[in-house]
């Protein structure tokens, strides 16, 4: 008979399934036909092979990207740091998780911008698999091992797994595996008071990797204090993992000002306001309802098309008696809210609504908190299938040529509700015979021998 009181540990048969989910997402996102996935990428992709080269984040040092920059306007993917550094608008996140892929890159080296999106998608594979296997950790406090497993297998197989995150340095992709380990310490930390402080300390490193994480991870730290709340010493364990959160963001705040001469990351709302003008964010009577439902429910970009695990799984959170899920909840509403009030909520030319993938990942989650029924499980079940067809759908046939790309970007609002001719019946289209590129081809000497200083101040 299990001792009461005794702390729940994840059986070893569950701590394998995890280990396999791990592995199965690599070799999920590795199996995918290679294509490039826009600007939003590719200065991960750049910053990582001057990471790798010079220790360097200045993509001054990237030759056709130094003369692209010098022909207005702007590219939107970078902007002039104030130490005069050419840097990436989404931060060294991303260029941080792909720097290990191209550290076999020597000065001598010819590459084209192929092979960089290889590597490029090398690292994002290991930073999913790495997510898959937390998730289903987290899963294993609350649900069988076989269970934990086909859940997290369904995050990744989403439109928010190996068809998006995993094919390329998306600053989503460097935030998820810190967000999925803040999750995991979540739902652990009922009985193990030490994974609060560790909770908020990843909860912060997640912000830190993409700044708009900052509803969601608000509402699991928020989760992992509710346990704290009826113990004697409990605000004790609560302050110190405020203490250890605001202690990292200093931290990471002091190293970003020594490596780009910008404490905060503030290069994407720069980057925003340059491109889109003043109005960049707010929540408009006019707009802001159009976009909830465009997002929820509309053919081009609705949860309910492309993930309807994470629509039941905010209704069954709204329902549930867990204090946790509702802490949770609150930070997907508001992570929703804020996407709501971007004006570019369809999140450009992507598959899917890509800005709110994190959700995908955090619903399974809240499906393993909620009362078992008959009809709930029938309902699962059709939400866990549609999830993974249109998921896989997209890894082996998504192309923006085939319809995210026929149309200028101030088009979308309305043609994202068009049913016939909209982004899932382009799937089925055959793909043009010539190759996507988001960046000149090459073959290129990233690598090269020039000193930085030899590259000329940046333009004010």
Same mark, same amino acid.
């Given at each position: 008979?299990?001792?009461?009181?005794?702390?729940?540990?994840?059986?070893?048969?569950?701590?394998?399934?995890?280990?396999?989910?791990?592995?199965?997402?690599?070799?999920?996102?590795?199996?995918?036909?290679?294509?490039?996935?826009?600007?939003?990428?590719?200065? &991960?992709?750049?910053?990582?092979?001057?990471?790798?080269?010079?220790?360097?984040?200045?993509?001054?040092?990237?030759?056709?990207?130094?003369?692209?920059?010098?022909?207005?306007? +702007? /590219?939107?993917?970078?902007?002039?740091?104030?130490?005069?550094?050419?840097?990436?608008?989404?931060?060294?996140?991303?260029?941080?998780? &792909?720097?290990?892929?191209?550290?076999?890159?020597?000065?001598? +080296?010819?590459?084209?911008?192929?092979?960089? #999106?290889?590597?490029?998608?090398?690292?994002?594979?290991?930073?999913?698999?790495?997510?898959?296997?937390?998730?289903?950790?987290?899963?294993?406090?609350?649900?069988?091992?076989?269970?934990?497993?086909?859940?997290?297998?369904?995050?990744?197989?989403?439109?928010?797994?190996?068809?998006?995150?995993?094919?390329?340095?998306?600053?989503?992709? @460097?935030?998820?595996?810190?967000? *999925?380990?803040?999750?995991?310490?979540?739902?652990?930390?009922?009985?193990?008071?030490?994974?609060?402080?560790?909770?908020?300390?990843?909860?912060?490193? @997640?912000?830190?990797?993409?700044?708009?994480?900052?509803?969601?991870?608000?509402?699991?730290?928020?989760?992992?204090? +509710? /346990?704290?709340?009826?113990?004697?010493?409990?605000?004790?364990?609560?302050?110190?993992?405020?203490?250890?959160?605001?202690?990292?963001?200093?931290?990471?705040?002091?190293?970003?000002?020594?490596?780009?001469?910008?404490?905060?990351?503030?290069?994407?709302?720069?980057?925003?306001?340059?491109?889109?003008?003043?109005?960049?964010?707010?929540?408009?009577?006019?707009?802001?309802?159009?976009?909830?439902?465009?997002?929820?429910?509309?053919?081009?970009?609705? *949860?309910?098309? $492309?993930?309807?695990?994470?629509?039941?799984? +905010?209704?069954?959170?709204?329902?549930?008696?867990?204090?946790?899920?509702?802490? #949770?909840?609150?930070?997907?509403?508001?992570?929703?809210?804020? !996407?709501?009030?971007?004006?570019?909520?369809?999140?450009?030319?992507?598959?899917?609504?890509?800005?709110?993938?994190?959700?995908?990942?955090?619903?399974?989650?809240?499906?393993?908190?909620?009362?078992?029924?008959? &009809?709930?499980?029938?309902?699962?079940?059709? !939400?866990?299938?549609?999830?993974?067809?249109?998921?896989?759908?997209?890894?082996?046939?998504?192309?923006?040529?085939?319809?995210?790309?026929?149309?200028?970007?101030?088009?979308?609002?309305?043609?994202?509700?068009?049913?016939?001719?909209?982004?899932?019946?382009?799937?089925?289209? /055959?793909?043009?015979?010539?190759?996507?590129?988001?960046?000149?081809?090459?073959?290129?000497? $990233?690598?090269?021998?020039?000193?930085?200083?030899?590259?000329?101040?940046? /333009?004010?």
């Amino acid at each position: 008979m299990e001792q009461a009181g005794a702390v729940k540990a994840p059986p070893r048969e569950g701590l394998l399934a995890a280990l396999a989910v791990g592995a199965l997402t690599v070799a999920l996102c590795l199996l995918a036909p290679l294509r490039p996935q826009g600007g939003d990428t590719l200065p &991960g992709r750049l910053g990582a092979v001057t990471l790798a080269c010079r220790q360097s984040l200045d993509l001054r040092e990237v030759e056709w990207l130094r003369a692209r920059v010098a022909q207005p306007p +702007m /590219p939107y993917y970078v902007h002039w740091a104030p130490d005069g550094a050419l840097r990436s608008t989404f931060g060294p996140a991303p260029a941080l998780l &792909g720097m290990p892929a191209m550290v076999s890159l020597t000065p001598t +080296m010819i590459v084209g911008d192929r092979a960089l #999106v290889r590597r490029a998608r090398y690292a994002s594979s290991g930073a999913l698999g790495v997510s898959a296997t937390l998730l289903c950790v987290a899963l294993l406090a609350a649900t069988a091992w076989r269970r934990a497993a086909l859940l997290a297998l369904v995050a990744a197989c989403s439109f928010a797994g190996a068809a998006t995150l995993g094919q390329g340095l998306w600053q989503q992709t @460097a935030a998820l595996p810190f967000l *999925l380990g803040a999750l995991a310490s979540v739902a652990w930390s009922q009985d193990r008071k030490v994974l609060t402080p560790l909770a908020a300390t990843l909860a912060t490193l @997640a912000v830190w990797c993409r700044p708009p994480l900052l509803p969601l991870a608000g509402g699991l730290c928020l989760a992992a204090a +509710m /346990p704290r709340r009826r113990e004697p010493r409990g605000w004790a364990w609560v302050s110190g993992a405020i203490a250890l959160g605001l202690a990292t963001a200093a931290l990471l705040g002091w190293w970003k000002l020594r490596w780009t001469g910008e404490a905060l990351p503030l290069g994407q709302a720069a980057a925003n306001l340059r491109s889109l003008g003043g109005d960049v964010w707010g929540l408009h009577p006019w707009r802001s309802p159009g976009a909830l439902l465009g997002l929820l429910v509309s053919p081009g970009r609705g *949860l309910l098309v $492309y993930a309807p695990v994470a629509i039941l799984a +905010m209704v069954l959170a709204a329902r549930s008696r867990d204090e946790r899920a509702r802490c #949770v909840l609150v930070g997907i509403l508001g992570q929703v809210l804020l !996407t709501v009030g971007f004006r570019l909520w369809w999140g450009g030319a992507t598959f899917g609504p890509r800005l709110l993938a994190e959700l995908v990942w955090v619903a399974p989650w809240l499906l393993a908190l909620a009362p078992e029924s008959p &009809g709930i499980r029938r309902l699962e079940g059709l !939400t866990l299938a549609v999830t993974v067809a249109v998921g896989l759908l997209g890894l082996w046939r998504f192309d923006p040529r085939s319809w995210e790309l026929q149309a200028p970007s101030s088009a979308y609002p309305a043609r994202l509700w068009q049913v016939t001719d909209s982004p899932l019946p382009a799937l089925f289209r /055959p793909l043009p015979a010539e190759r996507l590129r988001d960046a000149p081809q090459g073959p290129f000497q $990233y690598c090269g021998r020039a000193a930085l200083a030899d590259l000329g101040p940046a /333009p004010r």
